[in-house]
């Protein structure tokens, strides 16, 4: 089971901003930016890699909360970023599927 997992069962604390039937949004334990969100889906697909076409209505609804979130925190206008980090040269951490949210300061591009 996964850290994600545990935060989805509340085995673990979060401070969670936002969660229905089917994912859940909650701040980041290391933010890397002024504003640093996760949105996950309940069900643990480990990674982009792994979902198939049966998920596309769940990842849409990923999007459409991330999009959702930040209207309600007030970074909607300033702008922010959408990250998923697949597999070893993606950076991923944790392998349960994850949008990071990033806001709050002038990101930059290329990312490191
Ligand atoms: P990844 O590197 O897999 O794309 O991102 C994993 C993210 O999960 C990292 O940004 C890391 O800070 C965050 N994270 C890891 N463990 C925890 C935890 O226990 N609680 C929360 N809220 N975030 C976590």
Request: some cysteine; glycine content about 6%; aromatic content about 6%.
């Amino acid at each position: 089971m996964t850290i994600f997992e545990k935060i989805i069962a509340k085995e673990i604390p979060a401070d969670i901003l936002y969660e229905d039937d089917t994912c859940l949004c909650f701040q980041d334990i290391a933010p890397q930016a002024p504003t640093h969100l996760l949105v996950i889906p309940k069900e643990p697909i480990p990674r982009i890699a792994k979902a198939t076409p049966e998920h596309q209505s769940l990842l849409g609804h990923l999007l459409l909360t991330a999009q959702q979130v930040a209207q309600q925190q007030d970074f909607a206008e300033s702008g922010y970023r959408l990250v998923i980090n697949n597999g070893k040269d993606g950076g991923e951490e944790v392998p349960h599927l994850h949008i990071h949210i990033l806001a709050g300061r002038q990101l930059l591009w290329p990312p490191g």
